[in-house]
C-alpha cells in the first residue's frame, strides 16, 4: 500500500515522502496513530500544496538569512579575556562567549549555530562561521584581547 508520512519516521523516510508498506502496518499502526494517510489523488493534490507552501517558506527564509549574512559580515567582536601572557588565555572563548558578545551588538545566534571546532585558547583574531536558516552561512571577525583589568 502507497502511504504518504505525516511525520518524519526512522525506518521508512521523511514528512512528505510516498513510501509503499504492508497493508497492515499501514492500515493497523500508521493510519490510526496519525504518522502517515493514503496515498490517493485527493492526498496527493494535499501533498503538493504543502510542498508548494513549504518551498515558498523556504524562499524566505534563505532571503532573510542571506541578508542577515551579510550584517554580520561586517560585524567585528572584541572579546576581553584574562591572559597568562602575552598569548595564552587562562581559560577559553567558546561559542558562548561569542554569542553574548553577539547579543551586546543587536545579533541573536544560538550558540550551538556558531561553528567553532575547538574553544579559543589564545590571543588574537579569527574568522569564525555561524550557521543561519535556511543553510545559509555568514562568517564574522573575532578578536580575542587581553583583559588589562
Not at 10 to 30: H, I, P, Q, R, S
Request: no cysteine; glycine share 8%; hydrophobic share 40%.
Amino acid at each position: 500500500m502507497k502511504i504518504i508520512l505525516k511525520q518524519d519516521h526512522d525506518n521508512l523516510g521523511k514528512t512528505g515522502e510516498v513510501v509503499n508498506v504492508k497493508d497492515g502496518f499501514a492500515m493497523n499502526y500508521l493510519i490510526p496513530n496519525g504518522v502517515a494517510m493514503k496515498a490517493n489523488t485527493s492526498n496527493m493534490k494535499v501533498l503538493d500544496e504543502i510542498k508548494k507552501q513549504q518551498a515558498k517558506k523556504l524562499e524566505k527564509v534563505t532571503a532573510e538569512s542571506q541578508k542577515l549574512a551579510g550584517e554580520l559580515s561586517g560585524v567585528q567582536l572584541e572579546i576581553k579575556a584574562k591572559a597568562a601572557d602575552d598569548i595564552k588565555l587562562f581559560g577559553s572563548v567558546t561559542n558562548g562567549t561569542i554569542a553574548e558578545a553577539l547579543i551586546h551588538k543587536g545579533y541573536t545566534i544560538d550558540k550551538r549555530n556558531i561553528l567553532l571546532e575547538e574553544p579559543i585558547k589564545e590571543i588574537g583574531s579569527r574568522t569564525v562561521d555561524i550557521k543561519l536558516a535556511g543553510n545559509v552561512m555568514a562568517q564574522i571577525n573575532v578578536s580575542v584581547v587581553k583583559d588589562e583589568a
